[in-house]
């Protein structure tokens, strides 16, 4: 029989500690997917633009780059921070900056390749006619390229994100006390591991399903426009 | 003779290997509206777009309005400011409505007041003559419709020359009047313009001289009556046959 009380009597515990990070240990799910999604998005654009400059001292590094971090596992990246990095850095990196790094590194190869392929998708024509108008490289790119690209890529990103979050379980192999970690936690010393996982995979899906909801009303917005 | 408005001299342009236009001396006066024809591939398009600089050449000089745009230093946003382009596709920015799509660059280029570039767009609509369309996007405008848009757009950075490549290819037959309307209208201004159009009743009517391009040449130059009742090369005659006989 399904016991809830083991979530009931652990609840706080479970979502403030694991969901939102606010207790007493580094971590936190929301508090990890949340910048790790921003920041990421915001240097996916830089390395996205990167990949499609003429400069090739830009462009070949961008493209070194998103090669490389979607050619090996993010777990390894995260193990990277973790034992390789404070010793070249020689500094102590604490659990919730390594997972932040970590993850914004890694997703930035993934959305920048979404940016590229969303500026890629607007057809020269576009560009032509605001080069014609005598608008700039860069205020061509920015009011008519990009508003284009971003309304192309809000699947892809959307997709992005959901994996993004989901993956952030994977920062509890270092101690980062997440919504997984602090299951494992409760239940190492319930042992109700049912119940427990039961309802982490309940607030993971209602978190997904949320965003892909927004993703669909937004997409329907912007295709009226 | 007063300055030409545009000259050619001597311009040769390469795709990669690909000599696209070969030798090419041509000046189009102040007010004056030529048409260009020739066969698909000809170098038509790449002429034009060599008169606003979207397309480098490789040797020769093309001199705008009295300014080389094919020197190293030359202000490429001034010349674009004084040459309007219309594409054949129209290239209308999807995510803006038809006033937004005609204020972009006097807003973002010459950075003049909102209500005084919107009362220019909301004119400029009027004179191509869909002023009830200023709030639709362009998926919900005709393609004669979209392409009206795309004159005003032009217009509206008051150029001095308009450039047109083939402006109703892409138009169902019973559009292709309005938009010959609104550009005959333009020519009657006084407007500078380089058309390229099959359109050969447009032709006879507007346009001052005829080029006829084949492989990357100027073939044939002339006045409309005389291309038309007596092409010189055998080129521009079977041309002619082709294209009048439908
Ligand atoms: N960006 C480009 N890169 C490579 N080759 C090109 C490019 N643009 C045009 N060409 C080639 O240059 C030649 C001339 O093209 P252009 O578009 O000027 O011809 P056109 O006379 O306008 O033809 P059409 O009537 O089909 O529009 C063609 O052989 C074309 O394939
Ligand atoms: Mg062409």
């Known amino acids: 029989m399904l016991d809830l009380s083991v979530i009931v009597n652990n609840f706080t515990f479970l979502v403030v500690q694991g969901l939102l990070g606010l207790g007493g240990f580094a971590g936190g799910t929301l508090r990890l997917a949340l910048p790790a999604i921003g920041l990421g998005f915001l240097l996916g654009i830089f390395i996205g633009l990167a990949r499609l400059t003429r400069m090739a001292w830009i462009r070949v590094p961008a493209t070194l780059y998103v090669e490389f971090f979607r050619g090996v596992p993010l777990v390894m990246v995260i193990f990277w921070m973790w034992f390789i990095m404070p010793q070249l850095l020689r500094l102590p990196i604490p659990e919730y900056g390594v997972a932040l790094t970590a993850f914004v590194i890694f997703e930035a190869a993934y959305f920048g390749e979404i940016v590229r392929a969303g500026i890629q998708s607007v057809p020269r024509g576009q560009v032509e006619a605001a080069t014609g108008l005598g608008l700039s490289g860069a205020q061509a790119m920015a009011y008519v390229v990009l508003p284009q690209a971003l309304r192309n890529m809000v699947p892809s990103i959307v997709t992005q994100m959901i994996v993004l979050f989901k993956d952030t379980s994977l920062a509890s192999i270092i101690g980062y006390v997440d919504l997984t970690k602090a299951a494992q936690i409760v239940n190492n010393r319930e042992i109700r591991p049912f119940e427990l996982y039961l309802f982490i995979a309940v607030v993971y899906w209602i978190f997904t399903y949320s965003m892909s909801r927004a993703a669909r009303r937004l997409e329907q917005r912007v295709a009226q426009a | ?246």
């Open chain 2, 1 to 246: 003779m007063a300055e030409p408005a545009i000259a050619f001299r001597l311009v040769n342009k390469f795709f990669g290997r690909l000599h696209v236009l070969k030798d090419i001396d041509l000046t189009v006066a102040p007010g004056e509206v030529v048409v260009v024809c020739g066969p698909s591939g000809s170098g038509k398009s790449t002429l034009i777009r060599c008169v606003n600089a979207l397309e480098r050449v490789q040797s020769g000089e093309i001199v705008v309005l009295g300014e080389s745009v094919t020197s190293a230093g030359a202000n490429l946003t001034r010349l674009r400011t004084q040459v309007g382009m219309v594409f054949q596709s129209f290239n209308l920015f999807p995510h803006m409505t038809a006033l937004q799509n005609i204020m972009l660059a006097p807003l973002k280029v010459r950075r003049l007041a909102r209500a005084e570039v919107e009362k220019t767009a909301r004119a400029l609509l009027e004179r191509v003559g869909i002023p009830d369309k200023a709030d639709n996007y362009p998926a919900n405008l005709s393609g004669g419709q979209q392409q009206r848009v795309a004159i005003a757009r032009a217009l509206a950075m008051h150029p001095k020359i308009m450039l047109f490549d083939e402006p109703t290819s892409a138009l169902d037959p019973e559009m292709i009047n309005e938009v010959l309307e609104v550009m005959t209208d333009l020519a009657r201004d006084g407007m500078t313009m380089m058309v390229v159009t099959h359109e050969m009743g447009f032709a006879r009517r507007v346009a001052r001289r005829i080029v006829f391009m084949d492989g990357g040449v100027v073939v044939e130059e002339a006045a409309p009556e005389a291309f038309f009742a007596s092409p010189t090369s055998d080129r521009a005659r079977q041309f002619l046959s082709k294209i009048l006989s439908h």
